[in-house]
């Protein structure tokens, strides 16, 4: 019996191997977008590095920035958000790695409500959220938009007093990225 | 049925760590994926002072910086011109970044009424990871007329500098910086003393917390100190960064009068131990000119 189950266990450990292999999307261009708007000031950063990648087999989804690809528009705010408020050079990155909650049928042309559901680390601090968004397949590629907000405070980013009130406690982030079959 | 359960179960727990892993596996292949990139080493400095000298900073492109320095009289001139305060030489600036890398400024110094004019190219910038360079260079070359004697040949009001500024960024809250320099001055102010002045500048700071920091910057001059045609010392100069938003705040102790390299590096008259020393400040307030952004920092 327990032969039975180890050749059964093998068998969908190498189909569920397989099957990651050639359902791998991913990217190294998607583009990440903050903003935070105050009546005083409207801060923006857009980040054109980002890497996605996605396991249509298994709707495993996996994202990762580097804090430093963020461009401001006002280089002092670039400087400002690394060394103070973020603190690149210790958290040099922000990931969510997760899966995407409902199935889709990723062979399928169409436009999709979805969420994914995983860990989302920004500022060394990780935690479990429930992301929302739209997926689009077309043509062979896969994107996925999401809107969503980071509270500063989930995430233990101070803001000194004198400048509290330029910089939203709550930061939209717009994120957009199409995946491509991944090619080994 | 309870065998088929029983499978099914350790089916289950043996895939489920499977499926926890995979997640991360995904993370990691990203994480390898991008491990051939190169990292620029930022804010080395502050500013593009560290304190009176240049720092490897230079301001990003589209972006100007307005200063305004102020150096007051010698602390040891007593009560009656309040240890100094009562006299005050300033120096107004426009520094502007063309690029990313070259910046090009314009000051007005009181002291000597002088016009200076300067470039400032960052040559090799300190990075790490695919490309480590332990170190960044940045290219300084300034000139400037000393307006003050009406009766010079305008070539006399001249003076020339050039600097390689070498730093590094040790860590987060140590940066190191060595400045070569090379000061030519077509007319020196006391009549006898040489033409051209070699020195080496060293400075450092250190980040006492992400907003402020402390500076100290000492001028090593190749000449005899305080002699009959050229009465000058080294100068020595400690301060403390202050950064708010848009501004620097810049504070310090020097024994140097002047904030142009000809005149901190040539002509420092006081010395620390009889205590000529004199505070002073740069107040710098970056504007960015970039279309993209809609207003500036505050």
């Known amino acids: 019996m327990s032969a039975v189950i180890l050749t059964v266990l093998g068998m969908v450990c190498q189909t569920s191997q397989v099957n990651a292999q050639n359902a791998l999307y991913s990217t190294n261009g998607g583009n990440t977008r903050f903003s935070s708007e105050t ?3 409207n801060i923006n950063a857009e980040n054109k590095k980002t890497q996605a990648i996605l396991n249509t087999s298994t709707g495993e989804l996996a994202i990762r920035m580097n804090m430093t690809d963020f461009v401001f528009p006002n280089k002092l705010m670039q400087e400002h958000f690394n060394e ?13 790695s997760g899966k995407i909650d409902k199935a889709i049928d990723y062979t399928k042309d169409g436009e999709y409500d979805a969420s994914a559901t995983g860990k989302f680390t920004v500022h060394g601090v990780t935690q479990t959220r429930t992301i929302s968004g739209k997926m689009k397949i077309e043509s062979g590629k896969i994107s996925i938009a999401s809107n969503f907000q980071v509270a500063l405070t989930d995430h233990k980013i101070d803001v000194p007093e004198i400048v509290f009130v330029k910089i939203a406690q709550k930061i939209d982030v717009k994120t957009q990225y199409t995946l491509a079959p991944l090619k080994k | 049925m309870n065998r088929a359960m029983n499978s ?16 991360d596996d995904l993370l990691n292949q990203l994480q390898k994926e991008d491990s051939a990139r190169t990292i620029p080493v930022t804010a080395t400095f502050k500013s593009t002072r ?12 589209n972006h100007m910086d307005f200063r305004i320095s102020h150096r007051f009289g010698a602390v ?3 009560a009656y011109q309040f240890f100094g305060l009562d006299q005050a030489t300033m120096r107004l600036g426009f520094e502007y970044g063309l690029t990313d890398k070259f910046m090009v400024g314009v000051g007005r110094s009181t002291s000597q009424k002088v016009y200076d004019f300067f470039g400032k190219y960052k040559l090799i910038e300190q990075s790490t990871g695919a490309r480590n360079i332990p170190i960044s260079v940045t290219l300084f070359g300034g000139t400037g007329i000393a307006t003050v004697n009406k009766e010079l040949e305008f070539q006399d009001k001249i003076y020339y500098t050039a600097q390689v500024l070498i730093a590094r960024k040790f860590g987060e809250k140590f940066s190191l910086q060595l400045s070569p320099t090379w000061l030519f001055r077509n007319h020196p102010e006391v009549t006898g003393d040489e033409k051209l002045l070699l020195a080496v500048g060293i400075g450092g700071r250190y980040k006492l917390s992400k907003r402020v920091s402390l500076n100290a910057e000492y001028f090593y001059t190749a000449r005899e100190k305080n002699t009959i045609t050229a009465p000058y010392h080294d100068s020595m100069s400690f301060g403390v960064d202050i950064e708010t938003g848009g501004h620097v705040f810049q504070l310090h102790f020097t024994n140097s009068l002047g904030m142009i390299e000809k005149q901190f590096i040539g002509e420092t008259t006081g010395t620390w131990g009889k205590g000529d020393i004199h505070y002073g400040f740069n107040l710098s307030r970056t504007f960015s000119f970039d279309k993209k952004s809609k207003r500036v920092p505050n």
């Open chain 1, 39 to 41: 009546p005083l000031e």
């Open chain 1, 84 to 96: 103070n408020y973020i603190e690149s050079a210790k958290y040099p990155t922000a990931t969510f």
């Open chain 2, 8 to 23: 099914a179960r350790i089916l289950l727990f043996v895939l489920l760590p499977m499926f926890a892993f995979a997640q």
């Open chain 2, 50 to 61: 560290v304190v009176n000298g240049h720092s490897v900073e230079t301001m990003k492109k």
């Open chain 2, 76 to 78: 040891n001139s007593g």
